[in-house]
């Protein structure tokens, strides 16, 4: 998981409300013994190749922690995703679009 201390997304001004780490990212090669690349997804407007403070080892949950599955809902036959924020709207060419955050998704999923 990768540190968001230094990272600034358009979506979240606010910093304090940010998740402390972000996605489950593969580290491509050991570029130094303290530099690592990590294979990153083409939305992250950052370098891959990171410092290994800036990264922490994925835990699994606990073993009596209760995991919930995402589950769609059903809305007039058509299944869909539950928005839990609307973060943003604007209009482009007279058509308004809306950035939102889906329940129990991280950063990287808000459209």
Request: a positive charge; zero cysteines.
């Amino acid at each position: 998981m990768l540190s968001t201390k230094n990272i600034v997304f358009k979506e979240r001004p606010v910093k304090k409300l940010m998740e402390r780490y972000v996605g489950l990212y593969m580290v491509e090669e050991v570029v130094l013994k303290n530099v690592v690349k990590l294979k990153l997804l083409g939305s992250m407007r950052i370098h891959s190749v990171v410092n290994i403070s800036r990264i922490v080892k994925y835990r699994e949950s606990v073993k009596r922690q209760r995991i919930e599955k995402l589950k769609l809902v059903e809305v007039n036959g058509v299944e869909e995703w539950k928005i839990e924020k609307i973060l943003n709207k604007r209009k482009v060419r007279g058509v308004i679009k809306y950035l939102v955050h889906w329940k129990r998704f991280t950063v990287e999923n808000d459209i």
